[in-house]
T-cell receptor, first 116, second 110 residues
Framework: NAGVMQNPRHLVRRRGQEARLRCSPM?????VYWYRQLPEEGLKFMVY????????ESGMPKERFSAEFPKEGPSILRIQQVVRGDSAAYFC??????????????FGSGTRLTVV | DAKTTQPPSMDCAEGRAANLPCNHS???????VYWYRQIHSQGPQYIIH???NNETNEMASLIITEDRKSSTLILPHATLRDTAVYYC???????????FGAGTRLFVKA
């Protein structure tokens, strides 16, 4: 029973390139959440998605960042034209149906993005 | 969602119980108390959650006061591997985002 799978674990991009981070939720989980953690800082909520829908993107920067969770395949967090300030750990979490009794999130191991 | 207040850091001797407090005086009736932890550079880990009653699982116990304005996470026999940042979060039921605060940095010392 695999947990939340994130890949790649480490990603190095040059300034101006695109970064694509992937997240496969736990089996049976239909909700995905993305968080960013800058070095020595706390976890910041970015976006909450269900299959084919963005539910809450209040934490997403207005430019360059986008997220999707297609009907088939993993959730993707995409960062266009990366800058050094995008260097951070990006964590994905998943949970079961929202209408069920409360569950904690299951987090992946994260993707460490380094922009050089 | 209600805000929480936690001490920034705590120490605990290995083998002793670690008691991590959390204040959530503005909690409302449909909000749960969740605890997570993050061991250095790893993804956060769910520990336990509760509404009114005290809860216990293989990792920890959660004690919620009768007025629900505060709670305590108890690690009964702390080990060095329990050194981590512990987050207390109050959240409504259903599919709402979880907001993490600064948490408590627990140092377990030999």
């Amino acid at each position: 029973n695999a947990g939340v799978m994130q890949n790649p674990r480490h990603l190095v991009r040059r300034r101006g390139q695109e970064a694509r981070l992937r997240c496969s939720p736990m089996k049976g989980h239909s909700h995905v959440y993305w968080y960013r953690q800058l070095p020595e800082e706390g976890l910041k909520f970015m976006v909450y998605l269900q299959k084919e829908n963005i539910i809450d993107e209040s934490g997403m920067p207005k430019e360059r960042f986008s997220a999707e969770f297609p009907k088939e395949g993993p959730s993707i967090l995409r960062i266009q034209q990366v800058v050094r300030g995008d260097s951070a750990a990006y964590f994905c979490a998943s949970s079961p149906l929202a209408t069920e009794a409360n569950y904690g999130y299951t987090f992946g191991s994260g993707t460490r993005l380094t922009v050089v | 969602d209600a805000k929480t207040t936690q001490p920034p850091s705590m120490d605990c001797a290995e083998g002793r119980a670690a008691n991590l407090p959390c204040n959530h005086s503005t909690i409302s009736g449909n909000e749960y108390v969740y605890w997570y932890r993050q061991i250095h550079s790893q993804g956060p880990q769910y520990i336990i959650h509760g509404l009114k009653n005290n809860e216990t699982n293989e990792m920890a116990s959660l004690i919620i006061t009768e007025d629900r304005k505060s709670s305590t996470l108890i690690l009964p026999h702390a080990t060095l591997r329990d050194t981590a940042v512990y987050y207390c979060i109050v959240k409504r039921s259903g599919g709402f985002k979880t907001i993490f605060g600064a948490g408590t940095r627990l140092f377990v010392k030999a």
